[in-house]
């Protein structure tokens, strides 16, 4: 499935096409009420409440606004508009029709909303709770899954299943099967019975297999999830009061530059000292550069999927920039935490995309601190030894700078920081590297402390440069996403790199087997009435 | 301000070095250490100037300009053959593209190492004959030597300039390498094995430079193809250079020849080892090894490297563009002779495009030919009945199809036991080589010669034989 026209990812509650987002003092309602009609791209219809990227773009919507705009929700209820449905989960005509690359990155974005969601929780004391109401399949059960609480409806007929394995001959690849074990810890037994019965588990076994938390009865189920959702709020954490609204989107601080087979982003640092947080909102530059930042990197991912390169760079005041982040992580308000997190789920997102990332360095860069992390989170970062290329005679240089957002604020979702995987296990030079924060590093002195991949000089930089990335564009792109992805996540697994590594690896495998995804395989027979042939051979 | 360099005078080129800072400044990092390592591995003898030719342009008139230099201020200089602007690849996927005057990313790796290894071999010849100066026959051999090492100096910085120019830093730090491994060095030996090899007396020169300078003449001539301009001019100037050499090893062979049937002749015997020359079946000995050693330079029969070089453009075959074929070769069969473990020989038949190896060996195989006949030839003339041969291919290998199996000159496939019997009669023993040695008596005369050589029919440039070639303290 590929659309004529780029997707956006700039949505607004009031133009929500399949969901409903309302506020109840502490409590809001997310309500799942999918258009059939309302796919992003022609040829399915989205039947109980089925879902494509269009419909989980609005939910990542949704959560932002939840974060940033209402900050005194302390539990976000997440249920079905429709009556005996809760949903039925990613749409499988959509799949069954879509080219390889649509399909990953669909798996790819709606896993990090599912992250996202679980994020609020454990960080903003946002707590989401599942209220299914009605039949609850595949990727309907890893929303579920991603919520803190799942309130099953006990009407002695809706289930909860992951049928993927047994309908479609692909694996509940949003985080279920992880989440079913690491997670809500189901043994693993019963998650493989669970996740190979077709019709999925109801009512009380449910409750005793852990997939669920609590029935709740028909009668009164609303009255009874609010009810529940109140003593929720009670345990949360969450204060704070005024929520900021996160205006349209503008372009004003990242800049995309497509080219043939790579893309130049460009962040610009502040141009003004930092003022209030609150006062700015969404104007402030730390928020705004990290919204465009967001949208930048969902575009590029979805819409241009042959460039294979991104080029990252800075432009700006480095001093400016770090003022600012200053006022971000040293506001210990709601708005502070919020900023911090959210610039931490967006360096993830470029963590886990299927790109290759090059930093580059030059005079005139604001590599510091937290923007210092593009950097570290790129395959490669050259930095340029000498003066400006086009004006030699300029004294200005190239430097970066460490700062306390290096150390800590913005973990990579292997539980570790972007410096600690850089230098796995080598506690020396960490320590080390946290001596040499809050100053200007020139290129020898970022080679010396390893930070840096190589550092060109003026004469040699636009050759190297040009043969790194040409070299680059000629090798495999899926042997490129595969090494990649090895070498940027090191150490110790978390949920987050099994649901990434592990899971979509099996995932991304299986989708390009024919017992899948050929003429026969269970994915585009499924709903024929014809049964898959599946190649029996075990591979 | 530092003081300006005149580049053009010092380094006699035709890359515009004197408005290129990132050569300049490559080249001001890495002449030291040229200078240092011809002090330290060029010719031992010192002399006070060397009639040579050294080239100051690329023209007609340029190329080759005679006089007495010291040796140590000879301008070695960057040449690469004047440029066809319409020049387009000949061979491999990008047929018919034009071609590249910078190097494509993607090949980046697979050209520096190339260029590498052609680069190594160089300097090595220079290492290898670096006592040879002590033992000259004459002055005009002198001299040939001297000629023949500051060009393999040249054909150094030929290599160092495409390194310099078109590959950064890595560049840079691969052609420092090219001066850091020495030939025969247990701890950084030059990259091929020919080239680790002794050339311990002048008989071994003239083999060396009609046996291994002509591989590198075919070497040459398929990077000459190369995709990559640079390369393919730079290659192309060596080779009018490389000519030379291949005139000092044909002649030089040629004049022990003569001289031996001379002995022969004179006292009446095939043994005139005692008469102070080098008897046929040593000679023979010696093409026996100088020849196949080089053969394995040509690398494997069958080769992957070299078919993706060939599909990527990068290095095509000898005379490319007179081949009358797609130059392609993804559909062309060739056969292949390989020798079995039951002692016979099988043939295969494989794609073309694995055997280019085995495609330049053949013509180089043709063109040592020609070199035998020339010297049998000479034995005919002189009424004796001795004729010298090429050994079979199979002869003596350690690369490719045939390492590991004992074939002789014949191409008959033996044991081990027959073999190394039957080594003494093949190759150069112990006793062969201190032989030879003992004949080498430097002879710094004008116009005098050594016993065991003839002297050249023709001097250097018009000059005499008893021209003073070289000024001697």
């Not at chain 1, 791209?41 to 989980?56: A, I, M, Q, T």
């Not at chain 2, 008897?279 to 993706?308: M, R």
């Not at chain 2, 060939?310 to 070769?329: C, F, I, N, S, V």
């Amino acid at each position: 499935m590929t659309t004529t026209t780029p997707v956006t990812f700039d949505r607004r509650p009031d133009e929500y096409r399949h969901w409903r987002l309302r506020v109840d003092g502490e409590v809001a309602w997310l309500e799942l009420d999918v258009d059939e009609q309302g796919g992003l791209v022609p040829g399915y219809e989205l039947k109980l409440n089925s879902y494509d990227l269009g419909v989980d773009i609005e939910l990542y919507d949704a959560t932002q606004r939840l974060r940033f705009e209402h900050p005194g929700v302390r539990v976000v209820v997440v249920t079905s508009a429709k009556d005996k449905v809760f949903c039925a989960g990613a749409n499988i005509r959509m799949l069954a029709a879509s080219e390889h690359h649509w399909k990953v990155n669909f798996c790819k974005f709606t896993n990090e909303t599912r992250n996202g969601m679980e994020d609020a929780t454990e960080h903003s004391g946002q707590i989401y709770v599942a209220a299914v109401n009605g039949t609850c399949a595949g990727g309907g059960y890893e929303i579920a899954l991603a919520c803190d609480k799942i309130l099953l409806i006990d009407d002695n007929s809706s289930t909860v299943a992951l049928p993927e394995v047994p309908l479609l001959g692909v694996l509940p690849g949003t985080g279920g099967l992880t989440r079913v074990v690491d997670k809500r810890r189901v043994r693993k037994d019963l998650a493989d019975v669970f996740a190979t019965r077709p019709d999925g588990v109801k009512g009380k076994t449910a409750v005793d297999w852990r997939l669920v938390d609590e029935l709740v009865p028909r009668q009164g189920f609303r009255e009874a999830v609010e009810k529940r959702a109140r003593e929720l709020a009670r345990e949360s954490d969450r204060t704070g009061e005024g929520g900021i609204e996160l205006t349209p989107l503008e372009h004003r601080y990242v800049d995309m530059e497509v080219a043939k087979g790579q893309v130049t982003i460009t962040v610009k640092g502040p141009e003004n000292d930092p003022g209030d947080l609150h006062e700015e909102g969404a104007n402030g530059w730390f928020l705004a550069m990290t919204r465009e930042l967001d949208d930048a990197i969902l575009r590029l991912r979805t819409n241009e999927v042959e460039a294979g390169t991104w080029i990252l760079k800075t432009v700006g005041d480095p001093e400016k920039v770090l003022a600012h982040e200053q006022a971000v992580l040293g506001a210990k308000d709601w708005l502070g935490n919020e900023i911090t997190h959210y610039f931490k789920r967006t360096l993830k997102r470029l963590d886990v995309t299927s790109r290759t990332l090059i930093a580059l360095i030059e005079p005139g860069s604001c590599f510091a601190g937290s923007l210092l992390e593009l950097a570290l989170a790129a395959d490669r970062q050259y930095i340029l030894d000498g003066p400006p290329i086009d004006d030699e005679d300029s004294d200005e240089r190239a430097t970066i700078r460490l700062s306390e957002a290096n150390f800590g604020p913005f973990p990579m979702g292997n539980g570790l920081t972007r410096l600690q995987t850089r230098f796995y296990g080598d506690e020396d030079h960490l320590a080390w590297l946290a001596r040499e924060k809050d100053h200007e590093l020139s290129a020898a002195e970022a080679v010396e402390l390893g930070l840096v991949t190589d550092a060109p000089d003026d004469l040699d930089w636009e050759d190297e440069i040009r043969i790194a990335l040409e070299g680059r564009a000629s090798l495999s792109p899926d042997a490129l996403t595969g090494m990649e992805a090895n070498h940027r996540f090191v150490g110790p697994e978390t949920i987050e790199t099994k649901i990434f590594g592990r899971l979509a690896a099996w995932q991304n495998w299986i989708f390009t087997r024919p017992n899948a995804a050929g003429p026969e395989g269970a994915l585009r027979r499924y709903g024929t009435g014809q049964k898959a042939v599946f190649d029996r051979k075990r591979v | 301000m530092p003081e300006k360099i005149d580049y053009d005078a010092k380094i006699p080129n035709n890359v515009n070095l004197s408005e290129d800072r990132r050569l300049q400044r490559a080249l001001e990092g890495w002449q030291p250490k040229f200078m240092h390592w011809w002090g330290e591995m060029g010719p031992t003898l010192e002399t006070q100037g060397v009639y040579l030719r050294t080239a100051v342009s690329v023209g007609r008139e340029g190329w080759a300009h005679f006089d007495h230099v010291n040796v140590p201020d000879y301008r070695w200089g960057i040449f690469l053959a004047e440029r066809d602007p319409d020049r387009r690849i000949a061979f491999g996927e990008h047929q018919g593209e034009p071609v590249w005057q910078q190097v494509p990313g993607e090949y980046r790796a697979d050209l520096q190492r190339l260029i590498v290894i052609q680069g190594d071999t160089e300097p090595a010849s220079v290492e290898q004959q670096k006592l040879l100066g002590l033992t000259a026959p004459s002055l005009y051999d002198l001299r040939n030597l001297f000629q023949v090492n500051v060009e393999e100096g040249r054909h150094l910085w030929a290599m160092v300039y495409l390194l310099h120019a078109y590959f950064g830093r890595e560049g840079r730090d691969e052609a420092e390498g090219l001066l850091l491994r020495n030939s025969g060095s247990p701890d950084a030996p030059r990259i091929l094995g020919a080239f680790n090899e002794e050339t311990a007396d002048w008989l071994a020169f003239y083999m060396f430079t009609y046996f291994t300078d002509r591989d590198g003449k075919y070497q040459l001539g398929t990077l000459k193809e190369s995709s990559f301009d640079p390369l393919s001019r730079t290659c192309e100037f060596m080779l009018k250079e490389e000519a030379h050499h291949m005139m000092v090893g044909t002649t030089g062979v040629d004049r022990v020849v003569i001289r031996s049937a001379e002995l022969i002749r004179e006292h009446d015997t095939l043994d005139i080892g005692p008469h102070g020359g080098v008897p046929l079946d040593l000679i023979q000995k010696y093409i026996n090894f100088h020849y196949t050693v080089s053969l394995d330079l040509f690398g494997s029969e069958t080769s992957t490297n070299a078919a993706n070089y060939y599909t990527a453009g990068l290095k095509g075959r000898w005379q490319e563009t007179r081949r009358r074929d797609d130059h392609k070769l993804t559909e062309d069969a060739r056969t292949l002779e390989r020798p079995t473990g039951d002692g016979t020989w099988t043939t295969e038949e494989l794609q073309a495009i694995l055997l280019l190896n085995l495609d330049l060996r053949s013509e180089y195989v043709a063109d040592c030919q020609t070199g035998v006949k020339r010297w049998n030839k000479i034995l005919a003339d002189a009424g004796i009945d001795f004729a010298f041969r090429l050994p079979h291919p199979g002869f003596n290998r350690e690369v490719g199809i045939n390492s590991g199996h004992h074939v002789t000159p014949d191409g008959t496939i033996v044991d081990e036991a027959t073999w190394e019997a039957g080594k003494r009669k093949w190759l150069p023993t112990t006793e062969d080589l201190t032989f030879v040695r003992s004949l080498m008596h430097p002879v710094y005369e004008r116009g005098k010669i050594a016993s065991w050589v003839a002297p050249p029919r023709q001097g250097i440039n018009g000059k005499p034989f008893d021209y003073e070639y070289v000024y001697l303290t």
